[in-house]
């Protein structure tokens, strides 16, 4: 056996040296494992694909390209600078003479131009001395740095005056062998034109190629120095979020794969070299959002992890809170619409609606409107009167629908009612004189009571409005109608109708300005409309046991037992009532949609909405229920049945949960939940926020009120709306007053296409206060809404702002002024009747004129324009009606504006002066 070597080591050197290789050897293969791991990154054979792709793409780019050339002309072109350098090579001693001239007067003025430097730095030099010597001793001791100065000064103008003349002299020669030359130039530039795409497609070809450069680029650990497989990233510096309690930015890093997606033409390739969809949009260089700006996340994935397909829309919502309209994002803004029109807001708080009033209707007189009988059925089921009703169900749900929560769920309704009608306060109203229904009927369907509510044979008519959804169509912005004879008393109906904010001062009901008689019929037709079932509903008989149960358990949450004992024994059945009904109340969070007594001052009852789609996954009890543990899960399930995290759990009656249940349907859960998920704590720096115009904020605040008061449901504004326009059609067409489906369109309320432009904004401001009769074969009237001054100005604004006309005062004549008496009469004419004129007339009223065509080719009152219209859209209109409202009716008398065209010898068959003579003569009527 070897001796061990030790020397004078304790240690065992040759078991040291043992250790120390496999050391350094697992260090040597770490490191190569590293390096390796590092090359063999997954992103690396997507750019490698990629670049084979980018091949194809140009290649097939560089033969559109080159069979896009006319190659007869580019044949042409190269023969044309062949004959050039032919011609040329016979003139090779008079180009090399002018070169050499060229060259030899380019070094003398290089010489010169040297020389004017040297001496407009000794120039510089002598000035400062002379400066600086008469400075400190005077202007006789400085004459010799003077004279030296003056000196320099003539050497610099010396060798000014020979750079100028040596610069004329090789400008000539330059100016010589380019007119020689120019006919070969020309067509070399041409030639170089048109191969300037495909030079360039050929340059990305070669940049393209697999060779050795690119092989060692890429090599093992040669791929740190300048690799061109390499990750791509953008930093977003607007774009923030808490890294350890540190603001840090945003890093995307999408494209380091998803290399196609910022050009569309990529777009027939499979994931991920795809071109992104919607770049107009999103991650597009010329995008609203550029990736460079936000990420090729393009907002919707600022979270980690990255949002679902479905969950796209839900990024807008950080930026776009307060839009109004969002069609660039039709589910989050159909969401959006959900949640305000069921009154999401009303328990819980959403940044959006932080102002926004109650959403049902106020129940401070509910004694004068229905009786307690009705009111117990609808509250303990308001699905069973009307199944489209927003008023959700609280009763008898998943957790409370055994036998012993049926009887008490009656006797909480029972309580809820009482409470209501104790607190309620009567309202005086007119007493309902007798109507004629079948008159009432006829009103109703053509006065435009249907552009808001559905009833009757229209309550299948959803088909008639295109943008029609449950909950948030225009034809469901008020109540289905539907049996409100077995609802409401006559006197409440026909006070509301002719003063719904006699009822209710926050109602966006507008007035119709109907006589005692239009308001007698048709309350008349409405209280006929009824419900057999609902026509004698009674409250049932309860279990006082049950009642005193509930009450004792609500009084033990604010006494001890015995004194809650003590209590409800010297309470009688109203106290209790009373009692009962304002703690129910406040648990079911009623006040967040309806105005009840006693409730003014009080709070949601909701979780806050406000932050979130960024709450913990562990913050969300699923319960018992087999969900994956994911927020949109949970909040889809939430929605569909929001009592079922409850199931199989023990709990006491208190802790149950309490939200309703819309039975909402797949398509308005998807809807909902979208908008949800975008409310997060994600911080937005201005610099990333949309900044809004002046114009952009005009048009938002007008498109607020336009929704609140749903002026959509009868008139198109900006390409939407107009529901109330096909349910007319439909109806006259039935009833054979027309013969085609578009004929019925024209009694329907005009398109507000371009009314900004075409009316004047006091005249606009004056008839959205106090409506007047523009067109009068309309039955349709337009309502008088109770528009604040605030909200006048808004809306008169709005529409200006939408066709970016002048608002409010003009520079140019838009009204009636003094025009030439002489082209007004000539206007006159040419509007008239008269043979060979345009016979304006025939179409249009003017005051009490009726005209000749039938009613579905009638116009507005030409009478009316002068205070009505703007000059300047009147020219537009008559030279092109199509172009600013599609479909019209007005004829396009002026498609061809060239002189001689025209209609009136007397204006020299002008266009143009025709024109003008119409709008003279129609700005001039009644001034």
């Not at 809306?795 to 002024?817: G, I, N, R, V």
Request: charged share 25%.
């Amino acid at each position: 056996m070897a001796k061990k070597r030790k020397g004078i080591y304790a240690r065992d050197i040759d078991r040291l040296n043992m250790w120390f290789a496999l050391v350094a050897l697992a260090s040597m293969l770490t490191v190569v494992w590293m390096i390796w791991d590092d090359y063999a990154a997954p992103w690396k054979p997507y750019q490698r694909q990629f670049r084979q792709i980018e091949r194809e793409v140009t290649e097939q780019q560089l033969a559109d390209e080159q069979g896009a050339i006319d190659q007869a002309l580019l044949t042409e072109v190269r023969e044309q600078r062949d004959a050039a350098e032919q011609a040329l090579s016979e003139q090779q001693d008079v180009i090399g003479q002018i070169d050499s001239d060229l060259e030899s007067a380019q070094t003398k003025l290089d010489l010169a131009d040297q020389n004017l430097r040297f001496a407009r730095s000794a120039f510089d030099s002598y000035r400062w001395a002379f400066e600086e010597a008469r400075k400190k001793e005077g202007e006789e001791a400085a004459a010799a740095e003077r004279a030296n100065m003056e000196g320099a000064q003539a050497d610099l103008a010396t060798f000014s005056a020979e750079v100028e003349v040596l610069t004329i002299e090789r400008d000539a020669h330059q100016a010589r062998l380019e007119e020689i030359t120019a006919a070969r130039d020309q067509a070399q530039s041409e030639i170089s034109a048109m191969n300037r795409e495909i030079d360039r497609l050929r340059g990305r070809l070669d940049a393209l190629r697999f060779d050795w450069v690119y092989s060692l680029r890429n090599a093992p650990f040669l791929d740190g120095l300048n690799p061109s497989l390499r990750i791509n990233q953008v930093v977003l510096e607007n774009i923030r979020f808490d890294l350890n309690f540190t603001d840090a930015p945003q890093v995307d890093r999408c494209e380091t794969c998803h290399l196609g997606a910022r050009s569309a033409e990529y777009e027939t390739y499979e994931q991920p070299f795809t071109s992104h969809p919607q770049l107009d949009l999103f991650v597009g260089d010329n995008s609203i959002h550029p990736a460079s700006e936000f990420g090729w996340e393009h907002i919707e994935q600022w979270e980690w992890p990255m949002r679902a397909n479905g969950e796209i829309e839900s990024g807008c919502v950080k930026c776009h809170l307060k839009d109004t309209w969002l069609p660039d994002a039709p589910k989050l803004e159909y969401g959006l619409e959900l949640i305000e029109k069921l009154g999401c807001y009303g328990c819980h708080e959403l940044d959006r609606w932080e102002e926004a009033r109650n959403r049902g209707p106020n129940l401070s007189h509910l004694v004068s409107k229905i009786d307690a009988a009705w009111a117990y059925n609808w509250v303990i089921n308001p699905k069973s009167f009307r199944p489209e009703t927003p008023m959700p169900r609280f009763f008898n749900l998943a957790n409370t629908s055994d036998a012993y929560w049926r009887e008490r769920n009656q006797v909480e309704v029972e309580a809820i009612v009482s409470y209501l009608f104790e607190v309620a306060t009567p309202i005086e109203l007119d007493s309902a004189p007798g109507g004629d229904a079948a008159a009432g009927e006829q009103l109703f369907d053509s006065v435009g009571c249907l552009g808001c509510h559905m009833i009757g044979e229209f309550e299948a008519g959803d088909e008639l409005e295109p943008d029609a959804a449950r909950f948030a169509g225009l034809r469901h912005h008020g109540p289905d109608l539907s049996a409100l004879g077995s609802k409401v008393t006559a006197d409440w109906l026909y006070t509301w109708i002719r003063n719904p904010s006699h009822y209710w001062d926050e109602t966006v009901m507008p007035s119709l300005r109907l006589s005692r008689t239009e308001a007698a019929d048709i309350t008349a037709f409405l209280m006929g409309q009824t419900d057999p079932d609902w026509d004698d509903v009674s409250m049932p008989v309860l279990d006082p046991a049950i009642r005193d149960e509930v009450a004792l358990e609500y009084l033990k949450q604010q006494l001890p037992a015995a004194d809650a004992e003590e209590r409800l024994a010297a309470m009688s059945k109203a106290n209790k009532l009373q009692y009962l009904g304002e703690r129910l109340i406040s648990r079911y969070g009623c006040m967040g949609c309806h105005t009840i007594p006693g409730f003014e001052n009080a709070g949601r009852i909701g979780t806050s909405l406000s932050n979130w789609g960024s709450k913990p996954i562990t913050r969300l009890d699923f319960g018992l229920q087999d969900l994956p543990h994911e927020r949109r899960a949970f909040l889809v399930e939430k929605l569909r049945r929001p009592r079922i995290f409850d199931q199989g759990r023990v709990r006491t009656h208190q802790a149950l949960l309490k939200m309703p249940s819309y039975d909402l349907e797949p398509a308005e859960i998807e809807a909902i939940a979208t908008a949800i998920l975008g409310f997060t704590d994600q911080e937005m720096l201005p610099a990333a926020m949309p900044s809004p115009t002046p114009r952009h904020e005009t048009i938002a605040a007008g498109r607020a009120i336009v929704d609140k008061f749903n002026c959509r449901g009868c008139h198109i504004i900006e390409d939407r709306g107009g529901a109330i326009r096909n349910v007319i059609a439909e109806s006259m067409l039935a009833t054979g007053e027309v013969s085609s489906r578009s004929a019925g369109l024209v009694f329907g309320p005009p398109n507000l296409k371009s009314e900004g432009a075409r009316t004047q904004p006091d005249w606009l401001y004056r008839f959205f206060r106090a409506p007047s009769i523009v067109r009068p074969w309309l039955k349709v009237r337009m309502p008088t809404f109770s528009f604040t001054d605030e909200q006048l100005n808004a809306l008169t604004a709005y529409f200006s702002a939408l066709d970016e006309a002048p608002y409010p005062f003009e520079e140019t004549f838009t009204t009636a002024h003094e025009y030439p008496q002489d082209l007004v009469r000539e206007g006159a004419i040419l509007a008239s009747d008269q043979e060979g004129s345009l016979q304006c007339l025939a179409c249009h009223f003017q005051g009490s004129r009726q005209p000749r065509v039938p009613p579905t080719q009638w116009a507005p009152d030409l009478a009316l324009a002068a205070n009505r219209l703007r000059a300047e859209w009147i020219d537009q209109w008559i030279k092109d009606p199509q172009s600013l409202q599609p479909g019209t009716n007005m004829p396009q008398f002026y498609s061809n504006l060239q002189p001689g065209s025209g209609y009136w010898a007397a204006l020299g068959n002008d266009p143009q002066k025709e024109i003008s003579a119409l709008v003279a003569y129609l700005m001039s009527i009644g001034t």
